[in-house]
């Protein structure tokens, strides 16, 4: 049955026989108290056939109220009304009494049965406000469509006592709910969100019931809130895809920039040098000498660019494992800042190390990166001649390492951010943002973490911790000979 036809709730045959069983059962409890003789005063038995009709109309509704209504009047007059077993009314105010109790009845009857029939709908409508607050929410959640579809047939079943909801939409969320057999034929509805057909839902009374106009219409607003449920959910999805692909470019861009600098800067670099030395001639040993330092130096630089994009492929692939053997920090700081030395220039650097620090579990080369990475940062990022210091204090339990510099700082706002790959500071020069990024995974690699805060003397200060011998794992690889200790 397509939505534009109507039923009416007598309309099934059994539904009728159910719904006027209690008008006849009623009545008929009350005028076997004709039997006696002689029998309860008349006003007595009007009003237990009042509440026959009461009983009536709560159970089999307003038609069987009105029923209930005529055959009481029917048998008040018949067997309590003289004369006795006959339809004549003998008085007047007999028969004012009757068309009273009629009216009465009728009007109980009606109204009792209104005002149940208006119990149900505002609970019924609670419940399907439930329901539509349930399928927002699921489909916000990012919970599977097909399950929260499937949820909302089971939903209608429930609601509207339905023996099988069948939900089929074009992209692909699809549910098909049994609570029992079937009855009559079905209901198909039409899906649709901002006049876009996109699916159709098709129920089945359950067997002995059929459904009112009124339910019928309620099943097709349902309808319409899952449509614009399922059409917000997909032009969400497509949104948040159109997003990351935005994104996504944006990264790709960002890794080609600078990979584009921080390739082509030390190769040009490089082929000026390599180029002087091959076509340059009475070349003192200083001059050669210092173009054979920059070759050396930009190289290591291109390395250093080579490393981190081979950190983030294996960061991607999940590979990035750390193998620790116990080292001391104050050697590490000590010898990665000899190789930067030339980066420095006129920079003053502190170490300050504590006398506490004992030696712990490291993978010597990751955290010697770690630590190239943040000062690489300090110096890039901060104006030439300011300070920078390294400071480490700990125990056997971990150790923190601090590197500060005197630059403009993090903003609150980007210190979770900038461990992004790809991501840069607000003011950031050119670089690929994958430094601090690969340094926080080393870290986590290691069981630590790593924050940036402000330096108390103005700048930034990044911090990592390392946990100690106590809480290393038992089994430490060991980096040179790949033994178990």
């Known amino acids: 049955m397509s939505m ?62 009105v029923a209930a209504s005529a055959l009481s009047f029917l048998a008040l007059n018949f067997f309590f009304t003289r004369p006795l077993h006959t339809v004549a009314v003998a008085a007047v105010e007999d028969l004012v009494a009757l068309v009273v109790f009629l009216a009465t009845s009728v009007l109980v009857g ?6 149940i029939e208006a119990k149900a ?78 699916g159709e839902m098709t129920i089945w009374p359950a067997p002995d019931r059929s459904l009112t106009a009124d339910q019928i219409a309620a099943v097709a607003d349902l309808a319409t809130q899952l449509a614009l449920a399922l ?50 001639r009475d ?32 960061l991607r692939a999940g590979a990035l494992v750390a193998h620790k053997t116990p080292s001391a920090i104050d050697e590490l700081m000590e010898s990665v800042l000899n190789r930067l030395r030339p980066l420095l220039g006129n920079r003053s650097v502190e170490i300050r190390v504590t006398d506490d620090v004992p030696e712990i579990p490291m993978d010597v080369i990751q955290i010697d990166q770690v630590l190239t990475n943040l000062i690489e940062n300090a110096i890039k990022f901060t104006p030439s001649g300011s300070a920078i210091s390294l400071s480490a204090v700990g125990n056997r339990d971990g150790i923190r390492v601090t590197v500060s510099d005197e630059g403009p700082g993090i903003a609150r706002g980007d210190r979770e951010r900038i461990f992004e790959p790809f991501e840069r500071g607000d003011g950031a ?18 069981g630590g973490r790593m924050w940036v805060s402000d330096n108390p003397t103005g700048g930034a200060a990044f911090t990592f911790e390392l946990p100690g011998i106590d809480e290393a794992a038992e089994e430490v690889s060991d980096g040179r000979t790949g033994a178990r200790r």
Not at 255 to 267: A, C, E, I, Q
Not at 286 to 314: C, F, G, Q, W, Y
Request: contains cysteine; charged residues 25%.
């Open 429 to 446: 020069g050119a670089g690929t943002g994958l430094g601090l990024a690969i340094s926080h995974a080393i870290v986590s690699a290691h």
């Open 283 to 314: 070349f003192s040993e200083e001059s050669r000498r210092d173009h054979l330092d920059t070759i050396k130096e930009e190289a290591e630089r291109l390395h250093r660019v080579v490393n981190n994009l081979l950190d983030v492929a294996r």
């Open 231 to 280: 059409e917000g959910a997909r032009l969400s999805i497509e949104v948040r895809r159109a997003e990351l692909d935005a994104h996504a470019s944006r990264l790709k861009a960002a890794l080609f920039s600078g990979v584009t600098h921080d390739v082509k800067t030390p190769l040009a670099s490089i082929m000026a040098s390599v180029t002087s030395l091959i076509d340059g």
């Open 110 to 115: 009606v109204l009792f049965s209104s005002a």
């Open 4 to 65: 534009g036809e109507r039923r009416f709730p007598w309309a099934s045959p059994k539904r009728l026989i159910r719904r006027l069983v209690p008008a006849i059962v009623g009545p008929a409890a009350v005028t076997l108290l004709a039997i006696p003789d002689p029998h309860p005063h008349t006003s007595v038995v009007a009003l237990l056939y009042v509440l026959a009709v009461v009983v009536s109309a709560r159970l089999g509704g307003a038609l069987a109220g």
């Open 121 to 198: 709908r505002a609970e019924r409508r609670e419940l399907e406000a439930r329901l539509v607050n349930r399928l927002a929410t699921r489909l916000l959640s990012g919970d599977p469509t097909d399950e929260v579809v499937s949820r909302f047939a089971g939903g209608l079943c429930d609601i509207f006592e339905l023996g099988r909801c069948s939900i089929t939409t074009s992209f692909g969320a699809d549910a098909d709910v049994i609570h029992s057999d079937t009855g009559d034929e079905p209901h198909q509805v039409p899906l649709q969100a901002r006049d876009r057909a996109i």
